[in-house]
């Protein structure tokens, strides 16, 4: 890999003309959201604020917002989606353990009792105009142990700042961290549950944490795969956790599985502003930190990075486990859709092929809140919406080729249902394949389509000799 850490990416990162430094002094309580929510909604650089307003510690956002720098985090030079996501799915089948060291630069500093106080790492940043706080923890990944296996998890959660040691934390059922807790709470009653937090890491552990794994092996794993090198790992100073070496901050805690405060709002990366609820509550305990820390973290709304990486992550998921069925070609979760839809091209094989493969979504318990599924026929391009929308239009009938699925599990931050009704959800798919089989069964053949691809091919390789600037 041509980088290290969080800091080797972000020279990489500046050497390529993708870095924006921010010298002058900015408000933390609206300036950094301003600034953020533009850049991200043009593909903007990612960007490092060297001067907020009463701290010291220098904030760095947007950091893979886009493909290219979500390819240079993979160590490619492509912004061919496919490309990228063929190469995910070849390096995950090859998990590679990671490595423990005695220590790293995460331990250049520790902090304990008075001194573990948030206020001394973390910019109160206001990411949202009508957030209930600041929030630490946008791009904080949360490490936790399942008590049973002993195997570690790393997600992406929520983190509202509280006090100098306490912030909430969501942690829901469907998440490994929250199962992990429930199980806790089983096997240890009234104890809590330690945990810590890795904050400004090597890229491709966010990019993990933000995934789907099956388990085991742990998230570490699969970055050693992602890496094609084992991830280096340090032990926490208060509990059994291993955290990676080269973080920027860790922040060492406990979580109790009973208790809940109100926590929120918090605009999220639907792009909506999320309800108040009550959440779990973490108790910081020892700081770590590297020499001249950087915070890493990420306005939400839509579009955002964190909700960038959580719909690749899901992607890559669907893909390495629809490809193995018959006459998947290819499979897109559409940033626009923000983890709710998935469109898979498809070789229809046999009649009623659509339904089984919008089923077999539908029963994984790591894809069923993809609530909307599109299956395309494999010449169409499933990454551009226009041609998704073409098929959809020209090859649907509501009453034959639309499929619902009534009382299905649903996300805590779909907003199409009441806050009464959130983890439920009615489910809906979509065969927008040309339907070949009516017209058979009638004795007739499906129209052809006139794009003439041969034509156009041969324009294509003439097409400097017309002098038509495009």
């Known amino acids: 890999m041509a980088y290290k850490d969080l800091r080797g990416f972000v020279a990489l990162l500046e050497k390529k003309g993708l870095l924006a430094r921010v010298k002058t002094e900015v408000d933390p309580a609206w300036e950094v959201n301003g600034v953020a929510n533009k850049l991200i909604n043009v593909d903007g ?12 510690v220098p904030l760095l956002c947007n950091l893979i917002g886009t493909l290219q720098r979500l390819a240079l985090a993979l160590g490619m030079d492509t912004v061919d989606d496919k490309e990228i996501t063929e190469e995910w799915i070849k390096r995950i089948e090859h998990p590679i353990p990671p490595k423990l060291v005695k220590t790293g630069p995460c331990k250049e500093n520790i902090l304990t009792g008075e001194k573990a106080d948030l206020n001394t790492i973390f910019p109160p940043v206001k990411w949202h105009k009508k957030d209930g706080a600041p929030y630490i923890g946008t791009l904080g990944l949360q490490v936790t142990k399942d008590p049973q296996t002993g195997v570690q998890n790393t997600g992406i959660y929520r983190m509202m700042y509280r006090t100098k040691n306490e912030t909430g934390m969501l942690m829901p059922s469907y998440q490994h961290g929250g199962q992990h807790l429930r199980k806790w709470a089983r096997l240890h009653p009234g104890k809590p549950m330690p945990i810590a937090v890795a904050i400004g ?33 340090v032990k926490c100073e208060t509990c059994d956790l291993a955290v990676p070496a080269t973080a920027e901050i860790i922040l060492e805690g406990e979580v109790y599985p009973d208790e809940l405060k109100l926590d929120g709002p918090f605009g999220e990366y639907t792009g909506h502003q999320g309800d108040a609820q009550m959440l779990h509550v973490f108790h910081l305990k020892t700081i770590t930190h590297r020499d001249n820390p950087i915070f890493l973290g990420e ?52 009649p009623g092929h659509v339904n089984e493969i919008i089923h077999a979504v539908w029963g994984d318990p790591n894809l069923h809140r993809f609530k909307y599924v599109v299956v395309v026929d494999e010449n169409v391009d499933i990454r551009n919406p226009v041609h998704v929308e073409w098929a959809v239009s020209n090859y649907v009938q509501p009453d034959r080729d639309i499929l619902i699925a009534r009382r299905s599990p649903g996300g805590v931050l779909d907003v199409s249902q009441p806050y009464s009704r959130r983890g439920w959800s009615a489910h809906w798919g979509v065969d927008a394949t040309m339907p070949s089989e009516e017209y058979q069964a009638e004795g007739t053949e499906a129209p052809e389509l006139c794009d003439d691809p041969d034509i156009k091919a041969k324009v294509e390789a003439r097409w400097q000799k017309y002098g038509i600037n495009l």
């Open 45 to 56: 650089p990612a960007v490092l604020f060297e001067n907020i307003r009463g701290h010291k």
């Open 201 to 233: 890491t090597d890229p491709v552990y966010l990019l993990a944490a933000g995934a789907k794994f099956q388990h085991p092996p742990s998230e570490d794993d699969y970055v050693g795969a992602l890496r094609k090198e084992p991830l280096e790992l």
């Open 299 to 350: 306005r939400e709304g839509y579009p955002s990075e964190t909700g960038f990486i959580t719909v690749k992550g899901k992607e890559y998921l669907a893909y390495s486990k629809l490809k193995k069925l018959p006459g998947v070609v290819d499979v897109h979760a559409p940033r626009h859709g923000c983890a709710f839809k998935l469109v898979i091209s498809l070789r229809k094989l046999w």
